[in-house]
């Protein structure tokens, strides 16, 4: 079975500040990961996803992510976070055929 | 695209009544999902819809709630009776499949039970 554990449960950091957001699976055979981003009051939206090919991949609003196999390791970085980006930011796995595995969130807070 | 849409956003009920929340998914999709979202538990999987069938119902908290697809633009999720314990926000998603589909999310209905 897939599992996915999101590292860190808040993250503050300031304005224009570079940031990271972890994101750890657990998977015997190959995986499709996303990330989705809900601002407040609103749904979860997709950020960026990878399904097999280059493990750089980028996203909306500046954001990109890096599949790394060995480490079973998919990690949301972006350079340079504004005001705008404070939101909660969600992991999840999937494979053909079986249901999509959210992680419990990471809070990002910017700070001005 | 309307995107998928869910009424009613906000929903306040006394406990013991029935409660039935709607979701309409995007046109073309064939996957629903539906989502409880609460501080204390995260967002969990309620249970998910393949061609209108139910595919895996085994977060469904109790048999206090049940969820029907009668056709592929609609589906309900009822809880009867309700409980504080219930209140949260409820998400609906669709996808055009499973696996490597991305889920488009409603904008969630926020569920009070007094």
């Known amino acids: 079975a897939q599992s996915v554990t999101q590292l860190d449960s808040q993250v503050p950091v300031f304005e224009e500040a570079p940031v990271e957001l972890r994101c750890n699976y657990s998977?015997?055979?190959?995986?499709?990961l996303f990330w989705y981003v809900q601002y407040p009051n609103q749904g979860l939206q997709l950020l960026l996803k990878?399904?097999?090919?280059?493990?750089l991949v980028k996203g909306i609003n500046g954001f990109e992510a890096e599949f790394n196999k060995s480490q079973t390791s998919f990690h949301l970085r972006k350079p340079s976070v504004h005001i705008s980006d404070t939101a909660e930011y969600f992991c999840?796995?999937?494979?053909?055929?079986?249901?999509?595995?959210f992680g419990a969130g990471t809070r990002l807070f910017v700070k001005a | 695209d309307a995107g998928v849409i869910q009424s009613p956003r906000h929903e306040v009920t006394e406990m013991g009544q029935e409660v039935t929340l709607r979701c309409k998914p995007i046109?073309?999709?064939?996957?629903l999902f539906w989502y409880r979202q609460t501080m204390m538990r995260g967002l969990e999987l309620l249970i998910y819809?393949?061609?209108?069938?139910?595919?895996?119902d085994s977060g469904m908290p109790e048999d206090r709630f049940s969820a029907k697809m009668p056709n592929a633009s609609f589906s309900t999720l009822k809880i009867q009776p309700s409980e504080p314990r219930d209140s949260a926000v409820y998400f609906c998603?669709?996808?055009?499949?499973?696996?490597?589909?991305?889920?488009?999310f409603g904008p969630g209905t926020r569920l009070l039970v007094l």
């Open positions: 999840a796995v999937s494979r053909r055929g079986f249901k999509t595995i």
């Open positions: 046109s073309g999709h064939n996957s």
């Open positions: 998603a669709s996808s055009q499949g499973q696996g490597r589909e991305t889920q488009y």
């Open positions: 990878y399904l097999s090919g280059s493990t």
């Open positions: 998977s015997s055979v190959s995986v499709y």
């Open positions: 819809f393949n061609n209108n069938v139910p595919i895996d």
